[in-house]
């Protein structure tokens, strides 16, 4: 059982940088593969960006690519997303996912067991 929770959300104007972490609980943390995910109203949940249990591999949607960077501390138990050079249409609420399955399918919200309440991120024009 892993509990998720994510912090660091808020107000930045375009350019701008935000940085969101999650804190999970449980002692089997490195075991799970760990994502991030965004939802707007009125659209489905959206892959960002994810994370190899040991670091070594990283994923990213191609709309934040060169933008967005996910890491990992497996003994803080936390997973960061930086984002820089926000834009407008980064604005949603990230939510904060983990994957105990074999095979990282990273960008399948269905391969995710657990995931957190959300932070909400406005990034103004």
């Known amino acids: 059982q892993v509990q998720l929770v994510e912090s660091g959300g808020g107000l930045v104007q375009a350019g701008g940088s935000l940085r969101l972490s999650c804190a999970a609980s449980?002692?089997?943390?490195?075991?799970?593969?760990m994502g991030w995910f965004r939802q707007t109203p009125g659209k489905e949940r959206e892959f960002v960006a994810a994370?190899?249990?040991?670091?070594?591999?990283?994923y990213y949607a191609d709309s934040v690519k060169g933008r967005f960077t996910i890491s990992r501390d497996n003994a803080k138990k936390t997973v960061t997303l930086q984002m820089n050079s926000l834009k407008p249409e980064d604005t949603a609420v990230y939510y904060c996912?983990?994957?105990?399955?074999?095979?990282?399918?990273?960008?399948?919200?269905?391969?995710?067991?657990?995931w957190g309440q959300g932070t909400q991120v406005t990034v103004s024009s």
């Open positions: 996912a983990a994957d105990g399955g074999v095979v990282q399918l990273p960008d399948k919200i269905d391969a995710y067991d657990y």
């Open positions: 449980g002692r089997t943390f490195s075991r799970y593969k």
């Open positions: 994370i190899s249990r040991n670091s070594l591999t990283t």
